[in-house]
């Protein structure tokens, strides 16, 4: 399984966890997508087609894409246990 279907999977599982209004057939659909090599998803796509709530977009002098503290928390020790595997491997050498 690639990282952007993992994501999609973690994404959808919060927002059913957390937002009634979520659309899961949707999701469904992004869900099939993720495995194709062609594929990308913008936030905006999902946060639209989805009606997530999870991420929101914010436009402007400090716009960007921002994440619910649950998700941002989660992909960061996610990176962090990657990023402490790669050290271990690299100081064996």
């Known amino acids: 399984m690639n990282k952007i279907r993992n994501t999609i999977e ?13 659309k899961p057939i949707e999701f ?7 495995g194709i090599n062609s594929f990308t ?8 087609q989805t009606n997530a709530v ?5 436009r402007g002098r400090y716009g960007g894409t921002y994440a619910h503290k649950e998700i941002a928390f989660e992909r960061q020790l996610k990176d ?3 990023l402490n595997v790669s050290s271990l491997k690299t100081s064996k050498r």
């Open 54 to 58: 999870g991420l929101i977009l914010k």
């Open 10 to 22: 973690f994404l959808g599982v919060w927002e059913m966890l957390n937002n009634p209004n979520f």
């Open 80 to 82: 962090e246990a990657r």
């Open 28 to 34: 469904d659909g992004f869900k099939k997508q993720a």
């Open 41 to 48: 998803l913008i936030p905006k796509q999902w946060i639209e």
